[in-house]
């Protein structure tokens, strides 16, 4: 950086098309993209400017924010902004800062009841982010002041499912559009019924990039995850995939054959068949990965701290008929997915120890397993060299002429949605 503290005009690059050639060009010869992007902390600046500044970006899960006066404070890039509902049930969000002198109203999470105060004058604010109460500020009076002028200044923020999203850029498309045919393709588990059952933050030496793109591909599959192997078996991935930011497989069926401790709960009534036998697995950009299985959910929000550093909250949700599961029914669902985790980690973060030691140049992506990377990646490039994103390419959905690639066969059990 400069000695201002600007980026220096190297790291501008990386908004020049050019740079991104070898993620433009088609997957039979595209690359991953080059180590700096995992490594370099000027690309990471510019990144969380480019992509968590204007991008959809999850932010908790719904219920998180279910009531009245419960307040969330997130990260978008370098911003700080407040979650709330108001005294109607509205979603409501605003940058962390008061309106008097900018100071940050809240830490962390915390229930507010019905004011958000500042801490250093007392200001107050409604849950909808009126000023509601000034102490002693008017002892002299301003003739320019109206509380009705200093409001919190607010933010998007909206539900889709189980999942909490935010955006601080007013031209980004709207959520819906940002997430193409997915409610639809979804529709039949109605998330938004599901409740949280347990949800705990780790962190991760690796970038955010890498375990993303871990949780896309199966190509690693049958070495990094032997057990996952069983009830997820390489030969049963297909894509899942329509017009959307996201990038989607689904293994149809999932197995208890060999392994059937992730079946233990019972499934959530009334799914169609396809729902019922398979497990959905969808990277929604930038920041949610989302496994859906016939009686569970679980997910991981990845927030980037660094580089090489990644806080990674994963929640696990239950439909309403099981959300009171005991211990014997949820405990092997748990240990599976931990033990599973766990391998996850492992290998990203020797994957983040290879690019920071070695830097060598981006290979090849493998045209039947890496699909959901380039289709990730040149998401990644839209944001990263888009003046806005008003105008952003929202990707279409899956070619059907291309079976020979998805999978070994044709899914037996597709999606009504891709008949």
Not at 67 to 86: A, F, H, N, Y
Not at 230 to 246: F, I, L, T
């Amino acid at each position: 950086m400069s000695a201002s503290g600007d980026l220096d005009a190297a790291a501008f690059t990386w908004q020049d098309d050019e740079t991104w050639a070898g993620t433009r060009a088609p997957l039979t010869q595209a690359t991953g993209l080059d180590p700096a992007a995992y490594t370099d902390n000027q690309y990471h600046q510019l990144e969380q400017q480019a992509v968590f500044e204007r991008a959809w970006v999850c932010v908790g899960i719904a219920d998180d924010v279910s009531e009245p006066g419960r307040m969330l404070v997130r990260k978008l890039g370098s911003r700080s902004i407040l979650i709330t509902r108001d005294n109607s049930g509205q979603l409501q969000g605003f940058l962390n800062s008061c309106r008097h002198r900018g100071t940050e109203l809240a830490e962390a999470d915390c229930d507010v009841a019905n004011t958000i105060r500042c801490p250093y004058h007392r200001w107050g604010y409604s849950l909808d982010g009126s000023l509601i109460a000034t102490p002693s500020f008017e002892e002299i009076p301003r003739d320019d002041f109206d509380t009705q002028d200093y409001g919190l200044i607010p933010v998007r923020v909206d539900t889709w499912g189980v999942l909490l999203f935010a955006c601080l850029d007013s031209s980004t498309p709207h959520l819906l559009e940002w997430l193409g045919d997915l409610p639809d393709r979804m529709a039949g588990y109605n998330l938004e019924s599901w409740r949280t059952r347990e949800q705990q933050t780790v962190s991760i030496n690796a970038n955010w990039k890498l375990i993303s793109e871990n949780f896309q591909e199966y190509y690693h599959l049958r070495w990094v995850h032997p057990e996952l192997s069983k009830v997820s078996r390489v030969d049963d991935h297909y894509r899942y995939q329509g017009a959307g930011m996201y990038c989607g497989q689904t293994t149809t069926p999932v197995s208890g054959e060999d392994r059937d401790d992730w079946l233990t709960l019972p499934a959530h009534p009334d799914l169609d068949q396809s729902d019922s036998v398979s497990g959905r697995f969808v990277a929604v950009f930038p920041n949610v990965l989302l496994s859906v299985l016939p009686n569970h959910v679980f997910v991981m929000r990845l927030d980037p701290v660094a580089p090489g550093v990644t806080s990674e909250t994963y929640t696990f949700l239950l439909p309403p008929e099981s959300a009171n599961a005991d211990e014997a029914a949820f405990g092997p669902t748990r240990k599976f997915w931990l033990e599973v985790n766990a391998e996850d980690i492992d290998i990203v973060e020797r994957g983040q120890r290879g690019l920071t030691a070695g830097r060598v140049s981006a290979g090849p992506l493998s045209p039947r397993f890496e699909e959901p990377l380039h289709r990730f990646h040149n998401m990644l490039a839209n944001c990263m060299t888009l003046p806005s994103l008003t105008d952003i390419a929202i990707p279409p959905g899956d070619s059907r002429d291309e079976s020979s690639r998805l999978g070994t066969r044709p899914n037996p059990t597709p999606p009504s949605i891709d008949c």
